[in-house]
Each structure stands twice: as C-alpha cells, then as structure tokens.
C-alpha cells in the first residue's frame, strides 16, 4: 500500500494521506516526533487523511501506523515530507578533496573497553583535528566525512584530520561517565595525537547524548579541547526534561548539567551549538547555551527548523560548524 499518497505541505498546513480505495484498514495512526494524530476514512476519495497546521519544520520524518479488521496492525516505511523552504545544502552536491582513510585501534582500559577509530586525513600536510561521537553514523547518515572533504576541497575551511569514534557502549558512555571522560582524555586523544603527529587540542563534536558527552569531557578536560560542535545535546533539567527520568543514567546527567548551569565561570572556548525548533531538547539546549555565554564561552546558537535527526544535524554543519573550523583552526 503506497505510504504516503498525495501527503503535502504548505505554507499554513499539513496534510497526511494514505490511498486504501476498497476501505480494507480499520484504522491509520501518524507516528512522528513532530506532529501525531490519527487519519479519518474519506468515502468520498476513498483515502485516510489528517491535516494539520503546520509545525514549524521544514521537514517531517514520520511513519504510519496501520490497523487491519483481524486486530493486527503494521507499521509502514520511513517516509519524509519536504516543505516549502527547504532545500538541501549546497556541499553535498560538491567535489571533495583527496585524502585516505585509515584505522586506528584503541584500547580503553579506564572503562574496561576498545574502539577502533576510522580516521580521514587529506592530501595537504595538517596538525588540525576535529573527533566525533558516533562517528560511524555522524559519517554515513550525517555525511561528515563528505561535508569536511567537500569544504576543504572548495577551501571554504582549513584542511583538518577527520576522526571518528564508534559509540561502544553507548549509553553508559555517552551519559556524562567520568570513567570514559578520562579514556577519551588520557588514552584516545593521545593516541590520535601520536598517530597524526600533532599535539593540537582538538574541536570535539557529537549529537544528542554524544553531544553531552562531549561538553562533559570538555569541562573535565579542558586542555584536550579547542573547540566544541554540539547538535541537539542531551542537556536533561528536571524541569524540562522528566519524560526521560526513566534513563537508567538519567541521574547522573542531570547532576552534570545542573552543576553546569550553576557553575559561573568554566574552561571557555568556541562553540557552535544546534537544535531543532519542534524537538523536545530545545528547552534545555536554551538553557545550557546562556549558561556558557554567561561562563565566557563563545557561544553560537542556532534553532533550525527540523526535529531531533540526522538530516537536521547534517544540515546544520554549514554555516555552524564551518564558522567554528575557520574561527578555532585559522
């Protein structure tokens, strides 16, 4: 059954529609962390609709979920609606400069673990490095690894070694653990260091909880840092943020980010911070963003129109981390 058949957006609404013209579902549900509801059966045009006012996005990831009269249901593929105003980045579609990759293997005995980093280094002699949290996907989903080859190749920014780091475990990692500050600090930075034949701080880069990873490393660590990209972090408050207090680390980030937001002077340097205008981060990415102005952080912070994704974060390296790389590495 085609998932998404004659669903539109305009300028004021939005408008779900899925074709079923001999009546054989009994119900359809819209799933999406920006807009819910469920489609009403039309006889007339013999299709499900929904529509909506339209949210402040410029896309719309959702998905429908289908009821069947036997009482048993499915859920239909990704889909994607593109509104007006919104086009892809230019870089995508751009030539990328030469350079190789290679693997870096690294033991992390402060959390009883191992990662294997894949790192790009251009054709052009650099001490520059930028590390990203999940890396593996920040490169394929992201397109990280293109948008930097892209950039440098059009010398819109310095050349600089790309590095990424695999999550490992994710959730015990990425939730502000002291044990895998201190291995990103004292064993993978080092590494990374000697492997490239640099002794640079690097810019740190990461997305939801790989963006509160980062910062956390960064404000344990600051001398390994000259510069952060932070998308849609994981800044949980109790007051914004009790619908995940089920996390099992829920606790320990939010005693991170309360001493943050308390704290009235920290370890500053540049950053360029993200988050989506209907995703339910914003609020403590509001938040954390003044808290570092306030501590002297150089602090660029931007609401874009799109939620809590890959593509949004994607979308968002230029004009934000291109303005952190010529800032931090010129």
Not at 66 to 74: C, K, R, T
Not at 278 to 291: G, I, P, Y
Request: charged fraction near 25%; include cysteine; charge should be negative.
């Amino acid at each position: 059954m085609e998932p998404s058949a004659g669903s539109w957006c305009g300028t004021t609404e939005v408008c779900f529609r899925l074709r079923d013209p001999d009546h054989r579902l009994t119900s359809v549900r819209l799933e999406s962390g920006v807009v819910q509801g469920d489609l009403r059966y039309r006889e007339d045009t013999r299709t499900w609709e929904l529509l909506l006012p339209r949210p402040p996005a410029h896309r719309i990831e959702y998905r429908l979920a289908l009821g069947h009269p036997d009482g048993s249901s499915e859920t239909g593929d990704h889909s994607v609606l593109c509104c007006p105003g919104y086009a892809e980045p230019e870089w995508v579609h751009l030539p990328a400069a030469d350079g190789q990759w290679r693997d870096l293997y690294l033991p992390l005995p402060a959390v009883h673990g191992e990662m294997a980093a894949r790192i790009w280094s251009p054709a052009t002699p650099t001490d520059r490095v930028l590390v990203a949290h999940d890396g593996p996907d920040f490169h394929r989903y992201g397109e990280l690894g293109h948008y930097t080859a892209a950039m440098i190749e059009a010398g819109r920014v310095p050349p600089y070694h790309l590095v990424l780091l695999p999550a490992g475990d994710r959730l015990e990692w990425y939730s502000a653990s002291p044990a895998y500050a201190r291995a990103l600090a004292h064993d993978v930075l080092p590494a990374i260091a000697a492997e490239l034949g640099t002794d640079r701080p690097v810019i740190g880069a990461g997305a939801s909880l790989g963006a509160l990873a980062m910062l956390h490393a960064q404000r344990r660590h600051p001398e390994a840092f000259a510069g952060l990209l932070l998308h849609s972090g994981s800044f949980f408050r109790p007051r914004h943020d009790r619908q995940e207090s089920g996390f099992r680390r829920y606790l320990r980030i939010v005693r991170f980010t309360g001493r943050v937001v308390r704290d009235r002077e920290g370890p500053a340097v540049p950053i360029a911070m993200t988050c989506g205008t209907v995703e339910e981060n914003l609020a403590n990415n509001r938040e954390m963003a003044r808290a570092l102005t306030d501590q002297g952080y150089a602090v660029d912070f931007a609401e874009v129109p799109d939620a809590h994704n890959w593509t949004a974060w994607r979308d968002a390296l230029d004009p934000h981390l291109t303005a952190l790389l010529q800032k931090v590495f010129n």
